[in-house]
């Protein structure tokens, strides 16, 4: 899978929605139930940060979940590309990007959504044949303002903005032409998991699903 076809899959992955839900899993047994919870809410494609040890067992039982698209994020090295691939995941996000790991994602065919933060990054993978990024740290590195700046002479890139993306923010990157989808952890908050609060998640997502730039 060239890096061309990965942009092409991780188009595709996001506008299925306008958010994709970031997700820090602690407890595997709650996927299950967290991923139909979301997907009912109308945001199919979910990334599971691989952040925990509980992650990879989390993205092998959300992987079954009808209607769930499910990816890995939190990418470092070839071999949470690997072992994601392994458990199901169906696309990769990661917070940059090395040759290693572009290397290994288009070895086992795993559609890789790759982070950059600058001009000269976003350039750099345009290089190599990526047009759709992961903009991260998003508000860290400038927000919505300097996502528009960046896109004025890369308009051929599209993004999706992640870090620090909040219901207070969310629209301003929506209304942007080259943000196809946001990743935000607020649909999902840990207190509604840990409690079981399922119809309270599908509430948040259905009010995520319906934002629209």
């Known amino acids: 899978m060239t890096p061309a076809e990965q ?24 996927a299950a139930d967290l991923a139909q919870a979301l997907v009912a809410g109308g945001l199919p494609a979910l990334e599971v940060t691989l952040r925990t040890p509980a992650a990879l067992d989390a993205i092998r039982a959300m992987s079954q979940v009808q209607g769930g698209v499910v990816g890995a994020g939190t990418l470092l090295t070839p071999e949470d590309i690997r072992a ?24 086992v065919g795993l559609p890789l959504l790759p982070g950059a933060a600058t001009a000269t990054e976003v350039m750099a993978l345009l290089e190599r044949g990526y047009d759709v990024v992961k903009f991260f740290p998003a508000e860290a590195s400038g927000g919505a303002k300097a996502l528009a700046a960046i896109g004025a002479p890369i308009p051929q890139v599209r993004f999706c903005p992640t870090g620090g993306v909040s219901p207070a923010n969310v629209r301003g990157y929506l209304s942007l032409k080259n943000v196809l989808c946001v990743g935000g ?29």
């Open 7 to 30: 942009s092409r899959h991780a188009a595709e992955i996001c506008r299925l929605a306008p958010v994709v839900p970031v997700l820090v899993i602690e407890d595997a047994s709650t």
């Open 185 to 213: 952890s607020w649909v999902a908050p840990r207190d509604k998991v840990a409690s079981g609060d399922w119809a309270g998640i599908e509430a948040l997502a259905r009010e995520a699903a319906a934002l629209r730039g």
């Open 84 to 107: 994601a691939k392994d458990a199901g995941a169906r696309f990769g996000v990661s917070p940059g990007a090395t040759d290693r790991l572009i290397e290994a994602a288009i070895e």
